[in-house]
């Protein structure tokens, strides 16, 4: 074996391997540069999801012909002062980028700074052609073409135009969040395809209105604000109600001091903040801002910079949870606002309306009588809505007007409470909302040391299998806290007393639903944890249940008592417990708008 001394371009596509995977991490290494150059508007041009062509405007401080030189070279950059890698303010850093690029496409960069002329210089596969002058506005242009194209090896792992595009896009929408200042104009295959534009206005609005372009105005209706500052931290945040949630984790971001990252330990303890307002399986919706000092965050961690490295974490990590559940709790009894829904619902009205007008003859006759014997069938069965009478309305009208939840109208399908407020409907699931109003008590009463239990007058004996047995018995002194009662009977247990709260509850569908939740995973709960599980079963069998027929007056006093529960805009399992439709939203969908 001979040992040799690696040429730069086959040093340049090493290094590429790590950096540029495919066309998005071109797109990001240079509006990376762009918002380092103090770019306010940056276009972005795109052909082929990035194969073909990919092409980076902006207006930021420009190139000298000097400068423009060293760029290609490796490990030049104009942005670590004093080699200080401890203090890092850009985004790039490496000098890296415009190399790694040159030796695997076709790169031509112009260039101008304001005094001077503008300057070209290209790359083609490492080939370096001479600068010559070119001329141009302030800012730099940035075109890769051939992308990967004289390395086979490398161009067959490219996925298609449509799911490149897609990653292309994902990747802006991180910057431009986390680059609210800056201007994105995105044209696909010579077509405008996306533009958000900067607003005149503060910090914290240009923020917001950058959410509002990304998520659309029906998360800002869903969400809550995160503020948290100190001196070594700030957080800023957008967080969704817990009921406003996804079924992945696409709309996540965590964004550390302008740089969007993950952070697998960060998005824990974020979940964990949710944990029992969230249903299984569903993700929230946040994008959350930290802004603590250089010097305590390491970004040099990963090849593309998308990890990085609190000094503190656990601080980092402990001001978030808090922060998170004080902001959670705040918007405890906000209801999940319909229009998103309601946008659905108008696709369905269209729908209906296409097929109508396409059937023809019988068929139409058909399904028109269907739905007709069905709607006969279905009105006389009244039960299912539960009069009001005039005198009740009255009184209601007089009352008091602000209450969030306004007041009870109606009962529907014995689990549905219809109530009214000033500004339009609320339809509240009467189970999901007494579980976690009776969820809550309990835990406040936990806290307190005083959960009542009351002891059964005719104790209730159970059957278990031999592990179940020992399952229930190894938490029994857990149980005990919670106010049940248990004791081992031989081949059996008996349950002695139980929370006041439960009165009345099936005592062998708690038990299996406890010993549901006593797995292993369970025991390596911390005891919070634990106690919450076990709390939110228990709560479930002391709630209304779904087909009990409430009066006006129970009905209103459920209201007001959702009003005052924390977290009571879902239920423990994390589905909501009230849904809002303003008297707009009505009236758009019965097209008075
Ligand atoms: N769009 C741009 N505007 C102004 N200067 C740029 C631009 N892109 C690159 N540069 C200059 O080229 C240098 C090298 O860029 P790059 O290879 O991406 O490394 P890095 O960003 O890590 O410094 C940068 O440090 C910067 O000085
Ligand atoms: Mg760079």
Redesign the pocket.
């Known amino acids: 074996m001979v040992i040799k001394l690696l040429d730069s371009n086959t040093i340049n596509q090493i290094a590429a391997g790590e950096v540029i995977e495919r066309p998005s991490s071109i797109v990001k290494?240079?509006v990376?540069?762009?918002i380092?150059?103090n770019?306010r508007n940056i276009s972005i041009k795109i052909k082929d999801g990035g194969k073909e062509f990919i092409e980076i405007e902006?207006d930021?401080?420009?190139?000298s012909k000097e400068?423009l030189a060293l760029?290609i070279k490796r490990h030049?950059?104009?942005?670590l002062e004093k080699n200080n890698i401890e203090k890092i303010n850009?985004?790039?850093?490496?000098?890296?980028?415009?190399?790694s690029i040159g030796s695997v496409s076709r790169i031509r960069i112009i260039?101008k700074v304001i005094s001077d002329n503008g300057y070209q210089i290209t790359v083609d596969y490492g080939k370096e052609k001479k600068i010559r002058q070119s001329p141009c506005n302030q800012?730099?242009i940035?075109t890769v073409e051939n992308l990967f194209l004289k390395l086979p090896a490398r161009y067959k792992f490219l996925k298609s135009a449509r799911s490149e595009l897609g990653a292309i896009l994902n990747l802006l929408k991180k910057l431009a969040i986390s680059n609210p200042e800056v201007s994105f104009k995105i044209e696909v295959d010579g077509k405008q395809y996306l533009s958000w534009v900067r607003g005149e206005s503060s910090k914290e609005s240009l923020f917001e209105n950058r959410i509002i372009d990304i998520f659309g105005i029906d998360f800002l209706n869903n969400m809550t604000t995160l503020n948290h500052a100190s001196s070594d931290v700030t957080i800023q945040g957008y967080i969704g109600l817990p009921a406003y949630n996804r079924t992945n984790s696409n709309s996540q971001y965590i964004i550390v001091n302008n740089r969007v990252i993950t952070d697998r330990r960060l998005s824990g303890a974020i979940r964990s903040a949710y944990k029992d307002r969230l249903a299984k399986g569903r993700f929230p919706i946040f994008i959350i801002k930290i802004t603590i000092p250089t010097y305590a965050v390491d970004v040099n961690v990963h090849p593309a910079k998308s990890e990085v490295r609190f000094a503190n974490d656990r601080q980092v990590t402990s001001i978030l949870i808090s922060a998170i559940n004080k902001s959670l709790a705040k918007s405890n009894s906000k209801s999940l606002n319909l229009s998103s829904t309601l946008k659905n619902v108008n696709t369905i009205h269209e729908k209906y309306q296409s097929s109508v007008y396409q059937t023809q003859g019988e068929m139409a006759i058909q399904a028109d009588k269907t739905t007709y014997n069905e709607l006969v069938k279905n009105s006389r069965n009244t039960n299912d809505i539960s009069e009001i009478n005039d005198k009740n309305i009255l009184i209601n009208s007089n009352q008091n007007n602000n209450y969030p939840l306004g007041f009870a109208r109606a009962q529907i399908f014995k689990n549905y409470i219809l109530a009214q407020n000033q500004n339009g409907m609320i339809i509240v699931d009467q189970h999901a909302a007494h579980e976690r109003i009776v969820y809550e008590k309990m835990k406040l009463s936990f806290h307190n040391n005083e959960i009542e239990r009351q002891t059964l007058l005719i104790p209730y004996i159970h059957n278990l299998s031999q592990i179940d047995k020992e399952k229930i018995l190894s938490v029994d002194s857990d149980l005990l806290s919670f106010g049940i009662e248990i004791e081992d009977f031989g081949n059996e247990i008996i349950i002695r007393a139980i929370p006041t709260l439960i009165i009345g509850a099936n005592l062998k569908d708690l038990i299996n639903d406890i010993l549901d939740c006593i797995n292993d995973d369970f025991l390596l709960k911390n005891f919070d944890d634990r106690l919450n599980l076990i709390l939110s079963r228990i709560a479930c069998y002391g709630s209304i249940r779904s087909g009990r027929q409430l009066n006006i007056d129970e009905m209103n006093a459920l209201l007001r008592e959702i009003e005052v529960t924390p977290d009571s805009g879902q239920c423990n399992h994390g589905r909501p417990s009230h849904i809002y439709l303003s008297q707009e939203e009505i009236e758009k969908l019965f097209e008075r708008t």
């Open positions: 290494e240079l990376e540069n762009a380092d150059a770019s902006d930021g401080c420009g190139m400068d760029s030049a950059t104009s942005k850009t985004l790039g850093f490496r000098g890296e980028a415009l190399p260039s800012g730099t940035v």
